[in-house]
C-alpha cells in the first residue's frame, strides 16, 4: 500500500477501506508516515468527507493507536457524558451525584480547561483536598461503592487523535465534521463507556455555530457509537450564552450546588435533568426519560441530591463542608462591577468572550502550562431576555489580577442589545438518538 495511492482515493472522493484508515493511522503514529502526507490526506478528508463506515472505522483506529481502560472490575452499565465545549458548562458535576444515585456506575476521566472553555478537573480542584488522581483500585473502588468518581486524564490514550489533533491545528483541518466527530467518541471509548450521552453545544459561544451542523456532527457521533457497539444518544442545546449564571472555578461549583439544592438557574437546571434523564435511561434505571426526571426532581426536592455531592467531594479527598458552606470556596479580592451604559433588552451574546474574560482574570489558561486562579471568575446578573436600565450592573468581575481593563473590555463587547424584548431562548433544541 502506497499512502500517496490514499491520498489520490479520497481526493476523487472514493470510500477507504477499514486496512487503509489502519495502515495510515497506526503508521502515522509510529512516525512511518509523514505529516505531509497526513496533512494532504486531512484536507482530502476534509473537502470529500467520510461515509458511516469510515468514520467508524477511523475512530476505531484511533481507539487501537494507544492505551484502552478496563471498567470490568465495576458492575453495571458504565455511563459516560461528554460536552463539544462551552462556557459555563457545569453539567459533570450536576449529573454526576444524580445519575450515581439511580445505581448507574458514573465512571468518568475529565479534562482540564483551556482557552475560553473550563474543564471538570480544576473546577473540582478548587474544593479543598480534592483529589483528581486516584489509583486505579480506589477508582474501581469508589465507583463499586458509591456509583461515582472522576479522575484527571492518564495513560496513553488514542495517541493517534493528539498527533492528528495538533497537526488538524495547522493546517486548517479542525472544521471537518468525521474528523471532529472521530476525535471525540474515540476518546469517550478508549476511556471505558458502555453508553454515552453527548451534549452538542451549538451557538456563540460552541465549535459548531449552526443548528444544521450540530445536528450533523450529534448524527456522525450517535452512528459511530451503533456502529462500535456503545449506545449513544446526543442531546442538542444552546450556547448562545453562558450556561447559568457563573463562570470560573470556584463559582460554578457554587452554582452546581445551587442546581443540586433546587435553586439552579432555569437553563443549567434543565439541561442537566435532561442529560441525567437520558444517562439513567442509556444505563437502564428507567424505561422513559420522564421516569428519570421524576426520580432527580424527588432527589433534589428531599435534600439526597446534594448529600451525595458531598459524599462524591468526601471519597476523593475533598472537604464536604465547602459543600455545605459555598461560602468557603475560594473568594477574590476584587469583585468589579460593569455596568450598563445604555438602556434596552439584552438580545444576544458572544459566549466566547465571555469565556476569554474569565480567563484574562485568571479562571483559564492560554496556554497547557499556565497556572490558574480558582477564585477568579464572573457573575452574570443580565442574561438574553433581561430588560436593562442605564447604570444596571450587567455581570461581576471576580479576581485577584493587577490589571483588569483588557478583561473588562472583551466581556462589555460580549454583551448585544436591542430595543425590542427578543424572542426566548430554547435551552434544548433536539434529540438525536
Ligand atoms: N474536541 C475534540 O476532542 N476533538 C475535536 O476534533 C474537536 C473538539
Do not use: W
Amino acid at each position: 500500500m502506497r499512502i500517496v495511492d490514499l491520498i489520490n482515493k479520497k481526493k476523487y472522493g472514493e470510500k477507504l477501506t477499514k486496512e487503509e484508515i489502519d495502515f495510515i493511522v497506526l503508521g502515522y503514529t509510529k512516525g512511518e508516515v509523514p505529516d505531509y502526507q497526513m496533512s494532504a490526506l486531512l484536507m482530502a478528508i476534509y473537502f470529500q468527507g467520510m461515509d458511516k463506515e469510515e468514520t467508524s472505522n477511523l475512530t476505531d483506529a484511533f481507539v487501537r493507536s494507544g492505551d484502552t481502560v478496563d471498567l470490568s472490575a465495576i458492575e453495571g452499565i458504565k455511563v459516560d457524558k461528554h460536552s463539544t465545549g462551552g462556557v459555563g458548562d457545569k453539567i459533570s458535576l450536576i449529573v454526576t451525584p444524580l445519575v450515581a444515585s439511580c445505581g448507574i456506575p458514573v465512571a468518568k476521566m475529565s479534562g482540564r480547561g483551556l482557552g475560553h472553555t473550563g474543564g471538570t478537573v480544576d473546577k473540582l480542584e478548587s474544593i479543598e483536598g480534592f483529589k483528581i488522581e486516584l489509583t486505579s483500585e480506589e477508582f474501581v473502588q469508589n465507583v463499586n461503592a458509591h456509583k461515582m468518581a472522576i479522575v484527571g486524564q492518564s495513560g496513553d490514550l488514542t495517541p493517534a487523535d493528539k498527533k492528528i489533533y495538533a497537526l488538524r491545528d495547522v493546517t486548517g483541518t479542525i472544521d471537518s465534521i468525521p474528523l471532529i466527530a472521530s476525535s471525540i467518541m474515540s476518546k469517550k471509548i478508549a476511556s471505558g463507556a458502555d453508553a454515552i450521552v453527548l451534549d452538542v453545544k451549538v451557538g456563540s459561544g460552541a465549535f459548531m455555530k449552526s443548528l444544521e451542523d450540530a445536528r450533523m456532527l450529534a448524527r456522525t457521533m450517535v452512528d459511530i457509537g451503533s456502529h462500535l457497539g456503545r449506545k449513544t444518544v446526543a442531546v442538542i442545546t444552546n450556547m448562545d450564552q453562558p450556561l447559568g449564571h457563573e463562570v470560573g472555578n470556584a463559582n460554578e461549583i457554587r452554582e452546581a450546588i445551587e442546581v443540586l439544592k433546587g435553586n439552579g438557574a432555569e437553563d443549567e437546571t434543565e439541561v442537566a435533568m435532561t442529560i441525567a434523564s437520558y444517562m439513567a435511561v442509556l444505563g437502564g434505571a428507567y424505561k422513559t426519560v420522564d421516569e428519570a426526571h421524576t426520580f432527580f426532581d424527588k432527589l433534589i426536592q428531599s435534600g439526597e441530591a446534594i448529600e451525595k455531592l458531598k459524599t462524591f467531594v468526601e471519597i476523593q479527598g475533598g472537604n464536604p463542608d465547602m459543600i455545605e458552606h459555598p461560602e468557603k470556596l475560594p473568594v477574590a479580592s476584587k469583585h468589579i462591577e460593569v455596568k450598563a451604559d445604555l438602556e434596552g433588552y439584552v438580545s444576544g451574546f458572544d459566549a466566547e468572550k465571555v469565556g476569554i474574560s474569565a480567563m484574562m482574570l485568571g479562571a483559564g489558561r492560554q496556554k497547557k502550562e499556565d497556572p490558574i486562579d480558582y477564585a477568579a471568575g464572573i457573575s452574570l446578573k443580565k442574561k438574553i431576555g433581561d430588560h436593562v436600565n442605564l447604570g444596571d450592573v450587567l455581570c461581576v468581575l471576580h479576581t485577584n489580577a493587577a490589571e483588569t481593563f483588557e478583561a473588562e473590555k472583551m466581556v462589555r463587547a460580549a454583551f448585544a442589545f436591542s430595543a425590542k424584548k427578543p424572542e426566548p431562548v430554547k435551552y434544548i433544541y433536539e434529540i438525536v438518538e
